[in-house]
């Protein structure tokens, strides 16, 4: 009979990045518009053949876990990356796999955890391997003798490990020795390691210089995208523009507080990411966005950036009416959106125009609002 799988994936975060520098261990800092945590337990969390994630971080991090990847299971780690994942160990039950992963390796393609899985059917670890692409040589400032390469390959992570396999090969380890990898420590209690493919993307941020060369990786791409909207003026109601109340005798209606200048800001961040419009997330028919204040709606769209790792360079707004005067309003406008977006006031721009008396925005039956925004996002395969 197959036995049923459960298999864990641990992050091990409790590092102190020394070789990094920074203000904050590098697993906190930030690549690709997110810290650095965040897009590997994306990965694993999303993976179908992993149950659940744990997290193992510095003593006194679990408040940084949570604020960089929301609700998951914390454990306070070790002095070495060894003790580290022997304490996460200590704190998964019912596994019958485990994959270790390091939180310094941000990007984590799919295809590595599939082939890590699917090697655990018949080894007890399994590791993603690159071959050595230079040659190796000896040296103390004078080049002393040449490595032979041939079956030398670069360690990443993840390494999966039959559960039993690895809480065996910790138990057994002699402490007074460190290990800086767990293939290695089942190696030597006789278990199988087999080598899958790994992954340029998996590259480890060690060094200062490797935060740029992740950025690069993770190619961002700028993508553009428009977003327009249109509400009706009518006596009785209040007017919420650009994400404040201005007084007037008349406010815009609609199903929420009708803020056409957010509406339309919010669709152009949709647009951006292909996510559809403000209606499918917050479809007018449902009753719990009567009256509900837009700023929500926008930050949802910038929030959906956000977790993909992207970033929002600029938005322009141009709000089209004949009255009121837009131009008093503009600073507070310029101040309430770039809050919402978390971006400093230069990357926000409110523009206003009336239509010469023309059409219904002319003869102040409605507001329309155009927005563009520009944003950098991970770039996908083609
Ligand atoms: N006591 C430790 C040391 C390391 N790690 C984790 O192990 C991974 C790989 O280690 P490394 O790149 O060496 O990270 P640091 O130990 O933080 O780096 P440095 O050696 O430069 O301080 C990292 O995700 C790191 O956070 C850990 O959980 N606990
Ligand atoms: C686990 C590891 O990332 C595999 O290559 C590596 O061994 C960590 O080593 P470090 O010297 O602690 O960076």
Not at 32 to 61: E, N, T
Not at 115 to 126: F, N, R
Not at 205 to 230: I, K, N, Q, S, W
Request: aromatic share 4%; with cysteine.
């Amino acid at each position: 009979m197959t036995e049923v799988q459960r298999t864990v994936a641990l992050i091990v975060a409790a590092g102190i990045g020394a070789r990094a520098g920074g203000s904050v261990p590098k697993q906190f800092a930030r690549v690709a518009g997110k810290p650095m945590i965040a897009h590997s337990y994306r990965a694993l969390a999303a993976h179908p053949g992993i149950d659940a994630v744990v997290v193992v971080a510095g003593v006194g991090q679990q408040q940084m876990v949570r604020d960089a990847i929301g609700d998951v299971t914390v454990v306070a780690g070790g002095a070495t990356r060894r003790e580290s994942v022997a304490l996460g160990l200590a704190a998964i039950s019912n596994a019958t796999r485990v994959l270790v992963h390091d939180a310094a390796r941000p990007f984590l393609p799919a295809r590595v955890i599939d082939a890590v899985l699917a090697a655990l059917d018949t080894q007890d670890g399994a590791i993603p391997v690159l071959p050595v692409a230079d040659t190796l040589a000896r040296g103390d400032g004078l080049l002393g003798d040449t490595v032979t390469r041939d079956g030398l390959y670069r360690v990443q992570t993840p390494q999966g490990f039959r559960m039993a396999a690895l809480l065996a090969a910790h138990a057994a380890w002699d402490a007074s020795e460190d290990a800086t990898d767990d293939a290695q420590m089942v190696r030597r209690l006789g278990g199988g390691v087999a080598l899958v493919q790994g992954d340029p993307m998996l590259e480890k941020v060690t060094h200062p210089e490797d935060f740029a060369a992740a950025d690069a990786r993770a190619a961002l791409e700028t993508r553009t995208a428009l977003g327009f909207d249109v509400h009706r003026l009518e006596v009785g109601e209040e007017l919420w523009l650009g994400g404040i109340l201005i007084p007037h005798d008349k406010g815009l209606s609609g199903h929420s507080d009708a803020d056409v200048a957010l509406h339309a800001l919010t669709d152009a961040l949709l647009g951006t990411i292909a996510a559809g419009d403000i209606g499918t997330h917050f479809p007018p028919s449902d009753p719990q966005w009567k009256g509900a204040d837009s700023a929500q709606f926008l930050q949802h769209a910038a929030n959906l950036i956000a977790d993909k790792g992207g970033l929002i360079d600029f938005v322009d707004l141009t709000i089209m009416c004949e009255a009121p005067k837009i131009g008093p309003h503009r600073a507070a406008m310029v101040a309430r959106i770039a809050d919402l977006l978390a971006l400093t006031p230069d990357r926000v721009s409110v523009k206003a125009t009336t239509t010469e008396r023309l059409g219904f925005t002319g003869r102040g039956e409605g507001i329309a609002a155009q927005a563009v925004a520009t944003v950098r996002v991970p770039g996908t395969p083609r």
